[in-house]
């Protein structure tokens, strides 16, 4: 068995797999969303110490099986380097105290696993990586080895829910609040314009798709009623979209149900919209999408579309293990148990890049 930590962004996360059959031993996460809520972001320090406090109990709890183990996995990359240090603390001790190798897993490579949890690994695969931190196109060749088609240039997919939700009011993560206030309102009512409409770069781009949010959020609201301005607190937050309605807000649930659904609509087509130009160079059996924002219902239903007019099989993770977890990695840990591929120091890489990485 293989016992794998996964502690990149805000989830803590302890999971073992038999390596002979990817059968799954055990399994916990505990979230840190709660916490992370009343900023409207991860933040950093808050992140670091409930890991710091969440690891060792979550470890412990998986202690019986501590005797079957052949080696112990973590995720070293990428993610923030607050939360990656204590999960590799973590494995670094364990490994050390039970006298196990390491193996060290990419977190993006993880959620590409998420897709083979419960079937074979179908290759080669085109990959729609949707997660807070990463929007990417990735192609995946016959013997494993990664290719980078195209990522955003400014915000994630999930990121721009995430600061469209903050700036409706909504909590964190944005993702889910969006979607299911979608569902309340009319995403025909915002003529958001499509991001990158006319070029062909297979590229996305989301911050002015969340600027238009935001001047519909301004519009709504009288100007002479104050924005507070929360401090940069997540991922790359701009001073300028950090502006946010204050509480007072004018902007009814009806309209914020609009400017929901109609941002979801847009942003979902952008997907689509640059993914149909990947399509049409690529000739792909099967595409997965993977990552928490891959849970995402409008998404799911325009991408069957999609993958059904290109004659593509379209893999999902099951939607629980979408978001950030440790199966993800036990899963992918397993093949790189399976190629004795362990690593002597363990290095913690916040940025690093999927380029030429082989799944397999
Ligand atoms: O993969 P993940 O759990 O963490 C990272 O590695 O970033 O992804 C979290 C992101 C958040 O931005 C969250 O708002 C988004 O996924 N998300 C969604 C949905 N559920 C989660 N975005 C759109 N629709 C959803 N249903
Ligand atoms: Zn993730």
Same mark, same amino acid.
């Given at each position: 068995?293989?016992?794998?930590?996964?502690?990149?962004?805000?989830?803590?996360?302890?999971?073992?797999?038999?390596?002979?059959?990817?059968?799954?031993?055990?399994?916990?996460?505990?979230?840190?969303?709660?916490?992370?809520?009343?900023?409207?972001?991860?933040?950093?320090?808050?992140?670091?110490?409930?890991?710091?406090?969440?690891?060792?109990?979550?470890?412990?709890?998986?202690?019986?099986?501590?005797?079957?183990?052949?080696?112990?996995?973590?995720?070293?990359?990428?993610?923030? &380097? $607050?939360?990656? +240090?204590? @999960?590799?603390?973590?494995?670094?001790? !364990?490994?050390?105290?039970?006298? %196990? =190798? /390491?193996? &060290? $897993?990419?977190? +993006?490579? @993880?959620?590409?696993?998420?897709?083979? !949890?419960?079937?074979?690994?179908? %290759? =080669? /695969?085109?990959?729609?990586?949707?997660?807070? @931190?990463?929007?990417?196109?990735?192609?995946?060749?016959?013997?494993?080895?990664?290719?980078?088609?195209?990522?955003?240039?400014?915000?994630?997919?999930?990121?721009?829910?995430?600061?469209?939700?903050?700036?409706?009011?909504?909590?964190?993560?944005?993702?889910?609040?969006?979607?299911?206030?979608?569902?309340?309102?009319?995403?025909?009512?915002?003529?958001?314009?499509?991001?990158?409409?006319?070029?062909?770069?297979?590229?996305?781009?989301?911050?002015?798709?969340?600027?238009?949010?935001?001047?519909?959020?301004?519009?709504?609201?009288?100007?002479?009623?104050?924005?507070?301005?929360?401090?940069?607190?997540?991922?790359?937050?701009?001073?300028?979209?950090?502006?946010?309605?204050?509480?007072?807000?004018?902007?009814?649930?009806?309209?914020?149900?609009?400017?929901?659904?109609?941002?979801?609509?847009?942003?979902?087509?952008?997907?689509?919209?640059?993914?149909?130009?990947?399509?049409?160079?690529?000739?792909?059996?099967?595409?997965?999408?993977?990552?928490?924002?891959?849970?995402?219902?409008?998404?799911?239903?325009?991408?069957?579309?999609?993958?059904?007019?290109?004659?593509?099989?379209?893999?999902?993770?099951?939607?629980?293990?979408?978001?950030?977890?440790?199966?993800?990695?036990?899963?992918?840990?397993?093949?790189?148990?399976?190629?004795?591929?362990?690593?002597?120091?363990?290095?913690?890489?916040?940025?690093?890049?999927?380029?030429?990485?082989?799944?397999?």
């Amino acid at each position: 068995m293989i016992l794998a930590i996964e502690s990149s962004c805000d989830d803590s996360s302890v999971a073992i797999m038999k390596a002979s059959d990817f059968s799954l031993v055990h399994y916990e996460k505990i979230s840190q969303e709660k916490e992370h809520a009343k900023y409207g972001g991860v933040v950093p320090e808050l992140a670091a110490r409930l890991h710091t406090a969440a690891l060792p109990e979550v470890i412990l709890r998986a202690k019986e099986h501590f005797s079957a183990l052949k080696a112990i996995a973590v995720t070293n990359e990428p993610g923030l &380097s $607050v939360s990656l +240090l204590p @999960g590799i603390v973590a494995a670094k001790a !364990l490994a050390t105290a039970l006298n %196990l =190798p /390491l193996i &060290s $897993v990419n977190h +993006l490579v @993880g959620h590409i696993y998420s897709l083979f !949890l419960e079937g074979p690994i179908k %290759l =080669p /695969l085109g990959v729609l990586l949707v997660s807070g @931190g990463h929007t990417m196109i990735l192609g995946i060749s016959e013997n494993g080895v990664i290719s980078v088609l195209g990522a955003t240039s400014d915000d994630s997919f999930g990121e721009s829910f995430d600061k469209s939700a903050k700036m409706l009011g909504l909590g964190y993560p944005g993702g889910p609040q969006i979607q299911n206030l979608a569902l309340k309102g009319d995403d025909r009512a915002y003529d958001f314009s499509l991001p990158l409409k006319g070029t062909k770069r297979l590229e996305y781009s989301f911050s002015g798709l969340k600027n238009q949010v935001r001047l519909a959020c301004l519009e709504l609201e009288n100007s002479r009623i104050p924005y507070s301005v929360i401090p940069r607190l997540d991922r790359g937050i701009s001073s300028e979209n950090s502006r946010i309605p204050s509480e007072n807000s004018r902007i009814s649930s009806q309209q914020k149900a609009n400017i929901a659904a109609s941002f979801e609509r847009v942003a979902c087509l952008h997907i689509i919209d640059r993914l149909k130009l990947a399509f049409s160079s690529q000739k792909w059996a099967h595409f997965g999408v993977v990552g928490g924002a891959s849970a995402n219902l409008r998404l799911r239903g325009m991408l069957e579309n999609l993958c059904a007019s290109y004659d593509c099989e379209l893999l999902f993770a099951p939607l629980e293990y979408c978001s950030d977890n440790a199966v993800m990695i036990a899963r992918a840990a397993v093949t790189k148990y399976h190629n004795k591929d362990f690593c002597g120091s363990l290095e913690m890489h916040p940025r690093s890049s999927l380029e030429n990485l082989k799944i397999i």
